[in-house]
């Protein structure tokens, strides 16, 4: 399985500011994850990114309020915008790393809290 | 709309009994399921899976069964330890490999 690490681990942020997750994994992997999950709710992906292409968002999201780097097989970033409350969240990337079945691997997540 | 769902919030089992995790389904395009484990201020953790053209799965203390005409998957864990406490995620995908997860089972195990 890849190695995956995710910075900052938390963050308490402003209301209004950006923060940006960095997303990096020990391994080139093709298809990389974004997910949040919402205090006592499930996690939610918020888009598919892969290297060389636009990010691909899930319904509810888009790129004015969740950009998306993918500059390497290795490396991925996200954005969250522009924030208020409402994005607190725990953020975590993933990775598809069996190229049979879908079993994906989480980095440990960032634990964001808006004021 | 919640594709995936685990009905029970919360299930509290002693030491050394079974644990018995559910999970329904309604997209009848799934055809891989997973289960995660989840402890405080980690990410998910991949515990096992089960393909469509399966109806069970085992790997040690952990066992997964199918049964696709109901659209309803189970997680056993025989026999259930302490070091088991965590949050229990089903998740499911079809062919665009994306995750559709449920909302999460808190299993605590009693010693």
């Known amino acids: 399985s890849a190695v995956i690490s995710q910075k900052p681990s938390r963050d308490i942020c402003q209301r209004g500011t950006s923060l940006t997750i960095q997303c990096q994994v020990d391994s080139q992997v093709t298809m990389m994850f974004w997910y949040r999950q919402q205090p006592g709710q499930s996690l939610t992906l918020i888009a598919t990114?892969?290297?060389?292409?636009?990010?691909?968002?899930e319904s509810g999201f888009v790129i004015d309020k969740f950009p998306i780097s993918r500059p390497n097989l290795t490396f991925s970033t996200l954005t969250v915008s522009n924030m208020s409350p409402e994005d607190s969240s725990i953020y975590l990337c993933?990775?598809?790393?069996?190229?049979?079945?879908?079993?994906?691997?989480f980095g440990p997540g960032t634990r964001l809290t808006v004021l | 709309d919640q594709q995936v769902k685990q009905n029970s919030p919360s299930l509290s089992v002693q030491e050394g009994r079974i644990s018995i995790l559910n999970c329904d389904y309604t997209?009848?395009?799934?055809?891989?399921f997973l289960w995660y484990k989840k402890y405080p201020a980690e990410g998910p953790t991949f515990l096992i899976s089960?393909?469509?053209?399966?109806d069970k799965n085992e790997d040690g203390r952990f066992t997964v069964f199918l049964n696709k005409s109901a659209k309803h998957l189970s997680l056993h864990i025989v026999p259930s330890q302490p070091g088991d406490s965590a949050v229990y995620f089903c998740?499911?995908?079809?062919?665009?490999?994306?995750?559709?997860f449920g909302a999460g089972t808190t299993v605590t195990v009693r010693a």
């Open positions: 990114a892969n290297q060389g292409s636009e990010a691909t968002y």
């Open positions: 089960i393909s469509s053209i399966k």
């Open positions: 997209n009848s395009m799934f055809d891989y």
């Open positions: 993933s990775v598809d790393w069996d190229r049979v079945f879908n079993e994906q691997f």
């Open positions: 998740a499911a995908s079809a062919s665009s490999r994306k995750l559709s």
